[in-house]
């Protein structure tokens, strides 16, 4: 099977490569520097060579569209927690906590609406209109995330992941799988993650409820009652499950933190 990974070199994304290299798949990478993943340490480790890994652009087509049309496979994992880059700084990450809760531009949306929204549309459509038939299984995969943000982290960031997901359920002759992870944790290539990880662990094992009668379910409570019942997970899990849902052809729409546990143990 070939499998193209938009972002097959993030945190998660190089993950994913890693696992499907691991199953014998044939990997493409598609992302903005067209650069192998590295450790923190700068090391390359040796799975990268069985990778192709190519530069893209996914708002211009013509810079990816040939991969995605020899592919079997997409799995999209572009996707932005903040409107900045919260990897800079305090003064950054509030910034972008600032930005977040702006209303987007009527036109073009903002920086969630383009990333986490746009950029999954775009790509999916030309896996769509690149299938040979529709009757073919056409795997997609969309890395979308569980509500248990709010409200620290602006609704729209939510929001437009939803958005994304809704569109791609109503492509036809497609498979759309959405992952909806909570927080991910590695202990080696993000150390600090582990830390809020073994947090919500701990809170996941107390009888606290699910839900509040009255409460609706879009509300910031509901939100933060979901951190409390949705475990961190490994992102080693996260690719493991996002390959498996891959190649079970059973699996379609949304997948919550509990069903990609049990995708990746099988």
Known sequence: MRLAIVGGNGFLGSAISKAAVGRGLQVTSLS???RPFKTPSGHQPKWTNEVKWLAGDVFNEESYSAVIKESDAVVHTLGILLESDYKAGPLSALQGLIQGRSPPNPITG???ERVNRDAAIRV?????RTRVSNTDDNPFVYISASDIFRPLIPSRYISSKRAAEEHLLGLEGIRAI???PGLMYHP???PLSTIPATVIDVLNKLPLPRSIQG???HSDLQSMLN???TNALHIDTVANAAIEA???RSVVGSVDANAMKALAWK
């Open 32 to 34: 903005q520097s067209g």
């Open 188 to 190: 080696h290539t993000r």
């Open 227 to 229: 951190l409390l019942h």
């Open 246 to 248: 891959i190649q079970d």
């Open 215 to 217: 409460i609706s379910e």
């Open 110 to 112: 903002g920086l969630y």
């Open 124 to 128: 999916s459509e030309v896996f769509q």
């Open 178 to 180: 959405n992952l909806r």
